[in-house]
């Protein structure tokens, strides 16, 4: 790869011109030899005592000399040592590992006193899931690694955030700090949240398939509204609503509380005041009541 020699405005800096690419699309400054750990050809350049400054283009490579020489004297021997260092496959900067992304975790309070949401800067999970005991959490590895903590009452996770209920036995303002941390380390480190459950295939004949449960239209609609005007609300807070049923002869509607929302003192006044009312108002003569159950 020729070298072809460049003055520039500055008497003190120096080019060296490639007709290949050097980086890609970077331009990189090095200050001394140290700055060059992960540059093994501007290194090598720094042995020169005379080289204050490399600086690295995508077809140049420019030098800031010292005092000591003038480049007439020493820059055909630099461009020879450029030229012959990249026949010889020298790098010039080593390609940049691929870093994740560093896991920042922070607490959020909720509506429930109990409950206290913790947000990662990742995705958790594809869908959200409780779990009120160690023995319901085999197939959650860090649900279970929390449930060992003492105070850890029940484990709620969505897509990006995990809802901690506690034990009355402990205060969140003298646990928050090692929750939070406990759940950062655990995600920096790369384990999983949930296992992957392989299921295996089986033929199975038309008699052997499972009837899907079809919802009637009130039911449908209910889970409509519910996704739609509801779900959004209550995960802000750190808890998550399920429809479990609907009676058409009482026109009741069950539905299931999880995370925060769950033995929350304010669900009850929420559910009067807002899924009822929402429901009652958008299926006219189809709801009487909400009748909520904690997950």
Not at 34 to 39: G, K, P
Not at 284 to 287: H, I, Q, R, T
């Given at each position: 790869m020729a070298i072809k020699i460049v003055k520039t405005n500055n008497p003190k800096i120096q080019k060296f011109e490639t007709e290949g690419f050097l980086t890609q699309h970077q331009s990189l400054e090095f200050g001394n030899i140290?700055?060059?750990?992960?540059?093994p050809l501007v290194a090598q350049l720094f042995h020169f005592p005379f080289v204050k400054k490399v600086f690295v283009s995508l077809n140049f490579i420019a030098i800031e000399r010292f005092d000591i020489v003038a480049w007439e004297e020493v820059e055909n021997d630099i461009a020879a040592f450029i030229e012959t260092a990249l026949e010889n496959g020298i790098e010039i900067v080593k390609p940049a590992a691929n870093k994740p992304a560093p896991v920042t975790v922070y607490a959020e309070s909720t509506p429930n006193p109990a409950v206290l949401k913790f947000v990662a800067n990742k995705k958790l999970v594809d869908q959200s899931i409780e779990f009120r005991s160690i023995d319901e959490a085999t197939l959650a590895p860090l649900a279970t690694a929390l449930f060992h903590l003492p105070f850890v009452k029940s484990v709620f996770f969505d897509e990006n955030f995990v809802s901690i209920t506690k034990y009355e036995v402990a205060d969140w303002n003298e646990v928050t700090m090692e929750v939070r941390e406990f759940i950062r380390s655990y995600l920096a480190e790369g384990k999983p949240v949930l296992k992957e459950v392989k299921v295996q295939p089986i033929e199975e004949t038309p008699k052997d398939i499972p009837t899907v449960e079809i919802l009637d239209d009130v039911s449908a609609s209910i889970v409509s509204i519910l996704d739609e005007y509801i779900k959004p609300a209550v995960a802000s807070d750190g808890g998550n609503i399920q429809f479990s049923s609907y009676d058409p002869k009482t026109k009741e509607v069950q539905v299931i509380l999880q995370g925060?929302?769950?033995?929350?003192?304010?669900s009850t006044m929420t559910l009067k005041n807002g899924i009822e009312s929402l429901l009652q108002e958008m299926l006219?003569?189809?709801?009487s009541k909400v009748i909520a159950i904690n997950g």
């Open positions: 140290d700055e060059a750990v992960n540059a925060a929302c769950s033995g929350c003192p304010s006219v003569d189809k709801v």
